[in-house]
């Protein structure tokens, strides 16, 4: 049974940083991903990698600010975020599947979600 567990988010203040972990147990992934969403908006796209080759893929609105990587050991991603703002305030989910995207359809496994929030 494939599973995605994310653990890291909370409650920080606007410039600080948090580290989000997404653990993947039952298989491994070509691609797996960060998405987040808003009350009242879309699951938007933040970050992806993919899985054997490393190479990355990040929205605009956080390159230079977030980094994802990967332990392949631990069959684990994270997503490293500084300079944190008020708008990054969202539900983190993680994602994995068999295509390096930025569409929710091309993910077919996700977590549960986890909580970020970034106050002014």
């Known amino acids: 049974q494939v599973q995605l567990v994310e653990s890291g988010g909370g409650l920080v203040q606007a410039g600080d940083s948090l580290r989000l972990s997404c653990a993947a147990s039952g298989r491994t992934f070509y691609a797996m991903g960060w998405f987040r969403q808003a009350p009242g908006k879309q699951r938007e796209f933040v970050a992806a990698?993919?899985?054997?080759?490393?190479?990355?893929s990040y929205a605009d609105s956080v390159k230079g600010r977030f980094i994802i990587s990967r332990d392949n050991a631990k069959n684990t991603n994270y997503l490293q975020m500084n300079s944190l703002k008020p708008e990054d305030t969202a539900v983190y989910y993680c994602a994995a599947g068999g295509l390096f995207g930025r569409r929710v359809n091309e993910y077919n496994y996700w977590g549960q979600g986890t909580q970020v929030t970034v106050s002014s």
């Open positions: 990698i993919r899985w054997s080759a490393g190479s990355t």
